[in-house]
């Protein structure tokens, strides 16, 4: 059973910075990517930033590029969001992703989402 726990999700003013953490544990082969998404109330889920395990790359939403880093620890299987310069609009809950092979199977996992709210 793969698992996915996130931490770091909190209250920040505006202008604050957070860092939120995902850690993926359970039988695993390999990790392809990870990524970070949030939801904020009443809208659709959006892609924030993702990761590729394996050389580094990333990727970010034009709305946080600049002010959000993703970086990852492959010996932990922990993939981090740093956020910087929070503003009102960031709030939401984020939500862990991993694209994960284990054994002869590849699937999606989700965390179960940590709450960030910026307050003005």
Known sequence: QVQLVESGGSLVQAG???R??????GSINSIVHMAW?????GKQRELVAIIST???STNYADSV?????????NAKNTVYLQMNSLKPEDT???YCYAFV????KSSDYWGQGTQVTVSS
């Open 16 to 18: 604050g910075s957070l």
């Open 20 to 25: 939120l953490s995902c850690a993926v544990s």
């Open 37 to 41: 998404h949030r939801q904020a109330p």
């Open 54 to 56: 394996i050389g580094g």
């Open 65 to 73: 590029k600049g002010r959000f880093t993703i970086s990852r620890d």
């Open 92 to 94: 939401a809950v984020y």
């Open 101 to 104: 092979i284990a054994g002869t």
